[in-house]
């Protein structure tokens, strides 16, 4: 009986490793046509009433739209703010990265004017990616001028800290729920951890020398994730030991994976940005796999940035194709 019932299993065994693996599934995407034409609009958010914010890097505005009518609305900035990210508070005021004006701006969309916070030293020159605590305090990366600091919303204060590693690029940032600031860093192998006091950091070396992370998200698990943009691969970080582990993207190193955001579900949402049209591809840590993957209808050209929205449990982002996009999760 015992010799039955392993040769049952041993031949069910034998067939599972000839079966073809599941095809991963497409999803729904919508996109919707920025009226202004060859802005680079990206890196939207999702106001309390459902409505999105975006940033146009080049067109110098802030953008609104209205997804249940499609209809648009643009706040003028100065002229070559190129602006690279934006945020919303609580208050509903939007936090603008100005990139090339050497400032983090507030707009207020009830009247469109804006408050500048401008970086305390000349060489501070490209505030980055924004990222607001649970306090509505805001950390942000620079990349060129290899600083990673924090703007205390309250009094208008800028703290700054210097990179010890040379051209480390700060680039992706996020929060976790301890108030530690957590940035990638373009130029080199490293993840970095900011305290959030102290803004003390701490570096946490990828295995690989050639790895390059782009940007970051975090599970609800506590795990760091990052996208490789250099290698073709999604990494995961566990903050209490250092180990990493990484998966191939499905493209390899043709990938180049830039967005990520981790989804309600424990799951993790990535751009691959090196084929064209762009992919989006869901992950899955529990079953190590690419379960989907979808081409941006629009073609995308790059995505750089999304956002998961757990209310209606989309995702959301920006494309060189000069599209808003939204994401359909299953």
């Known amino acids: 009986m015992v010799r039955r ?15 073809p693996a599941a095809e991963p599934v497409a999803i729904k995407i919508d996109e919707w046509k920025v009226p202004w ?12 009433d459902g409505t999105i914010f975006f940033v146009g890097q080049q067109g110098d505005y802030v953008g609104h739209l209205n997804p249940a009518t499609g209809e648009f609305k643009r706040y003028e900035l100065e002229e070559g703010t190129g602006p690279h990210t934006q945020i919303l508070d609580r208050q509903g005021y939007v936090w603008i990265a100005g990139n090339r004006k050497g400032y983090i701006g507030r707009l207020d969309p009830k009247t469109g004017e804006v408050k500048k916070y401008p970086m305390p030293v000349a060489d501070a020159r490209d505030p980055h990616t924004l990222a607001m605590d649970a306090k509505g305090d805001i950390f942000f ?22 990179m010890i590693t040379e051209d480390a690029r700060p680039y992706g940032i996020l929060v976790d729920p301890e108030g530690f600031a957590w940035f990638n860093q373009l130029g080199t192998n490293k993840v970095g951890r900011m305290e959030p006091k102290s803004l003390e950091v701490k570096n946490y070396t990828l295995p690989n020398e050639k790895a390059r992370d782009r940007r970051i998200a975090r599970t609800s698990d506590g795990y760091i994730w990052y996208t490789d943009f250099a290698r073709g691969y999604i990494g995961r970080l566990d903050p209490k030991t250092g180990d990493v582990k990484e998966w191939a993207a499905p493209s390899a190193e043709k990938s180049r994976p830039y967005a990520i955001a981790a989804d309600d579900k424990g799951r993790l949402w990535f751009s691959e940005t090196g084929v064209q049209p762009v992919q989006l591809v869901g ?16 073609g995308g050209g790059s995505i750089r940035h999304m956002v998961f929205d757990p209310k209606t449990r989309v995702i959301w982002f920006g494309t060189d194709a000069n599209t808003i996009g939204r994401a359909h999760i299953p």
Do not use: C, H
């Open 5 to 19: 019932l392993l040769a049952a299993v041993f031949v069910v065994a034998a067939l599972a490793a000839v079966l």
């Open 37 to 48: 034409e060859k802005t680079r609009p990206r890196d939207p958010s999702v106001a309390q």
């Open 141 to 162: 990366t620079m990349q060129g001028a290899n600083y990673v600091g924090k703007l205390e919303t309250a009094t208008g204060n800028i703290r700054l800290v210097k």
């Open 283 to 298: 992950f899955d840590p529990k079953t190590e796999t690419m379960f989907s993957v979808t081409k941006i209808p629009s």
